[in-house]
């Protein structure tokens, strides 16, 4: 038997709420996470260790991404502003989220 469980907008999707619970379990695939997070602050570290920190513009399937607003840190020193910014897909190491700046 289901427990009481409160989700919002439960009745406005034609699937069932165990359908719904199924859904909010599943997994998010890396394209998933890259999709929602265009337009948010990111930090990008490269293979080399330099972090780059902007908003991410776009991304395509090599990981090719343009930033803006973009600032370079090396040791987690600012040593650079650049404004937009280009980085090769294969110097990245990996791409995560940062919290708004203020």
Known sequence: MWKHISYPNVFSSPLSLP???KMSLRKQTPSD???QIIG???VVKLNSGVDYRGV???LDGYMN???EQTEEY???QL???YGDAFIRGNNVLYISTQK???
């Open 56 to 58: 991410l513009a776009c």
């Open 74 to 76: 090396v040791n987690g």
């Open 19 to 21: 359908e719904k619970i």
């Open 79 to 81: 040593k650079n502003k």
């Open 65 to 67: 991404i343009a930033l």
């Open 100 to 102: 708004r700046r203020m």
């Open 40 to 42: 948010r602050p990111v």
């Open 33 to 35: 996470f890259l999709k």
